[in-house]
């Protein structure tokens, strides 16, 4: 275990240029010639554009400075450089929060999120509702080192549980999370329930046993299996064989924009708004750039297979986290959309539920008013 030390983002400029290069001089291959090209993968009419966007007006370095806002540190813990924020903020080291990302966003994702949760008298809140805020990467993410060979969320809790308790000295603390960070937040509750004294999640991991006990169940199962057969195949690929898509991915900032973006299309709240609309072109390429430019394309498929090297969706069947547990349920989350009450009730010590308005799968990216007033609500009744 070591002491924090200061981290800043610092792409090296020649590193930032090959990778335009590479973006400018991308081979386009042929694509179907339909009314919606999102059927057979990421529509080739969008990438063309971002990638334009990219290559000639995307701000690099207003994006780095942006990833330089909040103060951020890495920690050695085990066998890993944790990259984290930190921002101590009105609560003055009294209400810490740890906030977890998922695949294939980042610890960019609450952006948007992390002034207001930390200071809410600067957008006319009660500095009661304050908290610390904490923020990671996961191991083989974004700025955190890379594993040597494919690592799981469990293990990931133990990592974050050792950032808040034995690194940054919280006692207690809430945690949040959704996508891989759901599970992970999950397995605080599971695991360090003595340290994470309440989770919130907007995606349910764990599953009760015995299986489906009513026809809503039931329909609920078979709908997320034919979801799953419809937009999972990548699931599969990275839970089996992941290395064979970081071979396609290496050198290839096209590609990787493109596997990443198609994932937003299918799992963002788009009933209202276009892509471009839900977020702009800068935040879905500076998501994109994290993963580009730290090389955690391959490391980040790789934490599917760690699920699985640690026991894989078995190890979540048959588990109740007693922990007390908040769940928001975004409307637009489409291939992980959310139980039924009942079923998450006996995989978990439920004590709120929300049916959010609008917002998916990116939650706090997407919807990062609706996601800060959704965790001060259930902080506040703790």
């Known amino acids: 275990m070591s002491e924090p030390k200061p981290f800043k983002v610092d792409w090296a400029e020649a590193d930032v240029r090959r990778v335009l290069d590479q973006v400018r001089h991308y081979p386009w ?49 085990e066998d890993f450089d944790i990259h984290f924020v930190h921002v101590v903020g009105e609560a003055g080291g009294k209400r810490p929060l740890l906030l977890t990302h998922g695949w294939p966003g980042s610890h960019y994702e609450f952006w948007a999120s992390i002034e207001k949760l930390a200071f809410p008298s600067r957008f006319g809140g009660d500095p009661a509702d304050a908290f610390d805020v904490v923020v990671p990467s996961l191991p083989g993410f974004g700025f955190s080192s890379k594993p040597k060979r494919p690592v799981g969320q469990r293990l990931t809790a133990k990592l974050f549980n050792a950032l808040m308790t034995d690194v940054l000295g919280y006692d207690s603390y809430l945690a949040q999370g959704g996508d891989w960070g759901g599970l992970v937040t999950s397995w605080l509750g599971f695991d360090h329930g003595a340290h994470a004294r309440a989770i919130h999640l907007n995606m349910i991991g764990f599953r009760p046993k015995g299986g489906p006990q009513s026809p809503e169940e039931v329909a609920w199962l078979q709908h997320s299996q034919m979801m799953m ?23 290839n900032p096209v590609g990787q924009a493109a596997w990443i973006l198609e994932r937003f299309y299918d799992w963002s709240d788009l009933r209202t708004k276009p892509l471009i609309g839900a977020y702009t072109r800068d935040q879905l390429l500076t998501n994109i750039m994290i993963y580009v430019m730290t090389g955690s394309f391959t490391t980040g498929a790789w934490y599917y297979r760690g699920l699985m090297e640690e026991g894989g969706v078995a190890a979540m069947e048959g588990q109740r986290c007693e922990t007390p547990t908040a769940f928001a349920n975004f409307p637009g989350e489409a291939l992980y959309k959310a139980p039924p009450r009942n079923w998450a009730d006996r995989a978990y010590n439920i004590t709120r539920w929300t049916d959010m308005e609008t917002g998916g799968h990116f939650a706090a990216m997407e919807e990062p008013d609706l996601f800060v007033a959704d965790v001060r609500d259930w902080a506040r009744g703790l």
């Open 29 to 77: 291959p042929p694509a179907p010639a339909v009314e919606d090209g999102w059927l057979y993968g990421c529509d080739a009419t969008f990438l063309e554009e971002i990638c334009a966007h990219w290559a000639d007006r995307y701000d690099w370095r207003a994006a780095q400075a942006e990833l330089n806002r909040f103060p951020q540190f890495t920690a050695r813990i």
């Open 229 to 251: 057969q419809m937009l999972g195949a990548y699931f599969s690929l990275q839970a089996s064989k992941p290395q064979s898509l970081a071979w396609l991915g290496a050198g």
